[in-house]
């Protein structure tokens, strides 16, 4: 069926390659010369790219393993691994799957069959396709006997077979070729390592998994429809539900290109989040007994002088200046000026205490930048932040497996559901109030459902990654769009993609499509003094606006001690920053960036909340003017 050559090459055939070529030319017909170890060796080490550094990689990585492995060893891995149709990953789970057997049981023409589907599994299948499915069969068995490892006779007895295999599962959660496979792949390695590749591959498990496969189709329309070029950027979606179902998971744009999930981010750096960041420290300020309504200088520009480190340039988006607003303005319109301050006066420190309690499983940095999302994260921990505010504080792990089982039935494992409080209500039900403002008048106005949701949009530095991070009360949602290998700003139809533009209008037409026939939720009132608290002003505020104060009212302007500024957070695209809480001149107005520069000193007391008492942050040594590179 594949590689009839396969114990005599050296891990490459050239005679194959020479005849595909010569196949290819002489009948317009497309014909494969790589073999069964290049095969494994793409499955397993590489992607699908069709170039040819991926290819010669390829034949030298195969040579490589024909030398080291044992041919039967090979082939044992390649059949262990390989798609049949059906879900089945693997030949004995292909037996059970198509047949009720073992793959040890299976006659001639059940073989046949099977290793004739491996080259198109769907459009060779039996279920849909079976005339297709019993030539490709009859020419396996001919070739079969043409190399002697099948009497002709035994070879023309299987021919006459009927194709006959047991009943599909009726299951509408099935998983077949092309669905989801980036999820597939990250439960196959989950099964892996609890239960070992032997098991896996040998017991034919029975895997129940969390994906809804409407919403799944959901999702990859929605990345489909906004990002409809080949060379649009890469893009990534996870939808969970109120129990840390996954119900939904786009690990990129086309799997065969790039099969690197950016969902989970196994094996990378993450990405940075942006302005998705900002309610953590938001929630860190709130649970320091700093409310939502607290007030600050909202310069263009300012320069914060870090002891131990580089002075700490921030800017907002646009260069504007907002005169002085409340953290929970701030939050809506992304005012970078006005976080930075929020982070010193809490301490960096509490800042990454509340994102690990919120779902940050990776080890976070202590610099005042993290409050601008300066450090890496995936978007499945993302997911896991946002749904712990949505569930007004209680943290559930995202999970995608429900239960294994053999096919006899017996339970090898099941999914125990388990939840912790990590923030007090009151501080994430106030969270959860200041971000249903954003998509009402804020930048993720795009985003906006019919229904109660809150939402947060970020952007980084240059434009390099977009973030939409939204949830209802019962279901949250991430999208990301970037290009995964470099931070070079991305682009649409010729436009640069901001928070509030393609990832806002993926995460409207995948939630739209998710939430249909579920009734709307009304998220959990929020603590009055909390989200209110219009007086308070931190020290370090206090300092600023006494400084942008004596600037008015100086006869020559203020210049900042170092001249570059850099943006974190350009969701204005839309033009929703623009736009003041009343409609007219107050608080939001933006002001002139001539004379709105700032530069004010961290204080370095040490600050006691009800996270555990951290110092100001000191030692950061991040050279951005924002960390948002």
């Given amino acids: 069926a594949e590689d009839q050559r396969f114990y005599d090459h050296g891990g490459i055939d050239p005679t194959g390659i020479a005849r595909a070529l010569w196949n290819n030319v ?57 798609y049949f149709g059906r879900g089945a990953y693997g030949i004995e789970a292909a037996a059970r799957t198509w047949f009720d057997t073992t793959a040890a049981d299976l006659t001639p023409e059940q073989a046949a069959l099977l290793t004739g589907m491996l080259r198109a599994p769907e459009s060779l299948g039996p279920d849909d396709h079976p005339e297709a499915a019993r030539q490709r069969r009859d020419a396996v068995l001919d070739a079969m006997a043409a190399m002697g490892t099948l009497d002709t006779d035994e070879a023309e007895r299987a021919k006459g077979t009927p194709v006959e295999v047991t009943a599909a599962d009726p299951s509408p959660t099935v998983l077949r070729a092309g669905v989801a496979p980036h999820f597939v792949e990250h439960v196959r390695g989950l099964l892996v390592e ?91 300020n709130l649970e320091a007994g700093n409310g939502a309504g607290q007030r600050f200088p909202a310069p ?77 994260v995936s978007v499945l921990e993302m997911a896991t932040l946002y749904s712990t505010l949505a569930r007004s504080g209680t943290r559930i792990a995202p999970f995608v ?37 954003s998509p009402r008048r804020g930048t993720a106005r795009r985003a906006a459902l019919e229904r109660p949701m809150a939402a947060k949009t970020g952007t980084t530095q240059n434009n390099a990654d977009a973030w939409l991070a939204g949830y209802t009360p019962d279901y949250t949602a991430i999208v ?9 700003t991305v682009e649409v139809d010729g436009e640069q993609v901001q928070g509030g533009t393609v990832p806002a209008m993926i995460w409207h037409d995948f939630m739209v499509e998710a939430l249909e026939g579920v009734p709307a939720t009304e998220f959990a009132e929020p603590d009055g003094d909390l989200l209110r608290n219009p007086n308070r002003r931190s020290p370090a505020a206090e300092e600023a ?19 570059s500024t850099t943006t974190t957070e350009p969701d204005e695209g839309d033009g929703a920053d623009d736009e003041d809480e009343d409609g007219g001149g107050g608080d939001g107005e933006p002001t002139s960036t001539t004379s709105s520069s700032t530069t004010t000193t961290a204080p370095t007391t040490t600050t006691t909340t009800t996270a555990p008492a951290t110092t100001e942050a000191s030692t950061s040594a991040d050279g951005d003017a924002d960390g948002g590179g």
Avoid: C
Wanted: aromatic share 4%.
């Fill in 26 to 82: 002489t009948d317009d017909s497309t014909q494969g010369g790589s073999t069964l170890t290049q095969q494994l060796v793409k499955n397993t080490y590489l992607t699908s790219d069709r170039t040819l550094t991926r290819k010669v990689r390829e034949a030298v990585l195969a040579v490589k393993l024909d030398r080291t492995e044992d041919k039967d060893v090979i082939l044992e891995r390649y059949l262990n691994t390989v």
């Fill in 194 to 284: 609890r239960f070992g590749e032997q098991a896996l591959y040998d017991r034919g498990l029975v895997v129940h998994t969390t994906l809804d496969l409407a919403d799944q189709r959901a999702a990859e329309a929605a990345v489909a429809t906004h990002l409809d070029d080949p060379e649009d950027p890469q893009a990534a979606v996870v939808g969970v539900d109120r129990f840390g179902a996954v119900r939904a998971w786009v690990g990129g744009r086309d799997f065969d290109a790039l099969q690197v999930d950016l969902v989970s981010d196994a094996g990378g750096g993450g990405r940075q989040p942006g302005s998705t960041f900002k309610p953590v420290t938001l929630a860190a």
């Fill in 300 to 376: 263009a520009e300012m320069t914060f002088d870090i002891p131990g480190s580089e002075p700490w340039e921030v800017s907002n988006a646009g260069g504007g200046g907002y005169g002085t607003l409340s953290l929970a303005d701030a939050t809506v319109r992304s005012v970078n000026t006005v976080y930075a301050q929020a982070v010193l006066q809490v301490g960096a420190d509490a800042v990454v205490d509340m994102a690990n309690r919120l779902g940050i499983t990776r080890d976070l940095q202590p610099h005042p930048s993290i409050a601008l999302g300066a450090q890496e």
């Fill in 401 to 437: 497996m429900t239960k294994v089982e053999t096919r006899s039935g017996d339970v090898l494992w099941e999914h125990e559901l388990e939840g912790e409080e990590v923030v007090d209500p009151s501080v994430a039900d106030t969270v959860n109030a200041v971000l249903q403002e």
């Fill in 480 to 488: 990301w769009v970037g290009n995964p290998d470099t931070n070079e």
């Fill in 545 to 563: 606006q006494e400084r942008i104060e004596a600037d008015a009212s100086s006869t020559t302007s203020t210049t900042s001690t170092t001249s």
